[in-house]
């Protein structure tokens, strides 16, 4: 699979909000390149007890 689809923003209505490469999405500053950066900043976050 080389395309990469954002669909992720629960008001879409389930319609495909960005569709293109990975690199592309990046690049335009929109829902996929936030959820990307979201995902990233995530990484390693651990829930305290």
Sequence with gaps: MDKATAN?????????VQKGKHEELIGQKGIYHDFVL?????????REA
């Design 8 to 16: 992720v923003d629960p008001e879409n209505e389930n319609r495909i």
């Design 38 to 46: 979201g995902r990233k900043e995530a990484i390693g976050w651990k």
